[in-house]
């Protein structure tokens, strides 16, 4: 038996960790990871789809989200396949109302209580049990431990939770909470987990696929959904990754001696750090880069106290479209979220920026010649731009 397995999409969440070019390309990819995962049910002979929770962001979303989840449920459950809805905290506001065009199948499996609910169908002649417990309020703060039972004389038993789980212990929180040792001893063929937005694998069988898509700057890493075969003897989990882009962390110490020092050192990490990244991920990269940086007394003048002052203001981000993010612990310490494309390998080695500053009579603000030329690299101009001023002699 195969199935799809995933959870955490957010459908409808506000993007605020990124400027509004980065906003239009993610709606652009999430647009086209809808069409990959319609295309992928509709070819491919998938005998279900879990959903594990917050699948939508909000209660304020467009219809549209909903009606998208809809479709994609009833092309598997039109050819016969079954479709199980578990819902997480964001999205505990879901009801009967919501899937009202989806209640008349038989195979739709709609877990609507704050307690564990046993539903079971036949499918392919063999009884499968779901075990699975939805949210009705965003912080049930609830230990789950006991509360899933052993399978019985199912031939295929399957649990559904949103929640945190842990390997060897319960970590007690805001939501629902169990130790995927204790799941284990419930002899499930598969659990199928949502909340936490990081792929990871207890037992073989007891999965998080993570979140579907990067929504913000700490979503590190590949985003993927699941795809499971579950057979007598063995289970095959396959990761299936959907979005064009990933987000990645590089540590890079902006300490230099000069400007030219720094955008030297930058061009040789970034240009090595894309070559080995593509080879294993052919996608577009939001490199979050953080590390030390050197003292700005060193850097600016008298003249730019002003400029130093916004830095380390709460207002920083109001001065760029990239939300620069201090790391106010320290005035050493930095964070920046910043789209490259391998574009920006030509633009660091074209770039005169002798010619640029030599005409310039104000540091703040950019030269002409400077937008003109970052006109098709708006996205992360400013970055670059900063980079130059805060080593400037």
């Known amino acids: 038996m195969k199935i799809l397995h995933f959870a955490d999409m957010h459908l409808g969440v506000r993007l605020s960790a990124f400027n509004k070019n980065a906003v239009k390309f993610i709606k652009e990819d999430t647009e086209k990871v809808f069409i990959k995962l319609k295309k992928m049910i509709s070819t491919e002979q998938y005998d279900g789809l879990i959903m594990a929770g917050d699948i939508f962001d909000n209660i304020n979303i467009s219809p549209y989200y909903i009606k998208f989840i809809e479709d994609i449920s009833r092309i598997l459950l039109d050819r016969g396949a079954f479709v199980v809805f578990a819902s997480g905290n964001h999205d505990y506001w879901i009801n009967e109302k919501h899937f009202k065009n989806l209640l008349k199948y038989e195979k739709f499996v709609f877990f609507t209580e704050e307690k564990v609910q046993k539903k079971e169908i036949v499918y392919l002649n063999k009884k499968i049990a779901f075990y699975g417990i939805s949210y009705k309020s965003k912080n049930p703060a609830r230990s789950l431990s006991f509360s899933f039972p052993e399978k019985s004389d199912e031939d295929i038993a399957i649990g559904v939770l949103h929640g945190d789980v842990y390997e060897n212990t319960e970590v007690l929180g805001k939501y629902y909470s169990v130790s995927a040792k204790e799941l284990k001893t419930k002899n499930y063929d598969y659990f199928a987990l949502g909340h936490l937005h990081s792929y990871n694998v207890f037992y ?107 830095l380390f203001s709460n207002e920083i981000a109001s001065l760029s479209t990239l939300n620069f993010k201090f790391n106010h612990s320290s005035q050493t310490g930095y964070e920046i979220p910043i789209l490259f494309q391998n574009s920006i390998k030509e633009a660091i080695e074209e770039i005169s920026f002798s010619d640029v500053y030599s005409n310039s009579m104000n540091k703040l603000s950019c030269n002409l010649n400077t937008k003109d030329f970052f006109e098709e690299y708006d996205f992360y101009s400013e970055v670059l731009n900063f980079m130059r001023l805060s080593n400037e002699n």
């Open 204 to 310: 073989e069988n007891i999965a998080y696929p993570g979140s579907t898509f990067a929504y913000g700057m700490d979503e590190i890493g590949e985003k993927v959904i699941l795809s499971v075969d579950i057979n007598e003897d063995k289970i095959e989990i396959e990761k299936k990754s959907m979005s064009s882009f990933i987000v990645k962390d590089m540590k890079v110490d902006l300490l230099a001696k000069n400007k030219w020092h720094l955008l030297d050192k930058l061009k040789v990490l970034l240009e090595k750090d894309l070559e080995e990244t593509s080879l294993k991920f052919p996608k577009k990269i939001i490199y979050r880069l953080s590390g030390l940086i050197s003292d700005f007394d060193d850097y600016l003048s008298n003249d730019d106290l002003e400029f130093k002052t916004h």
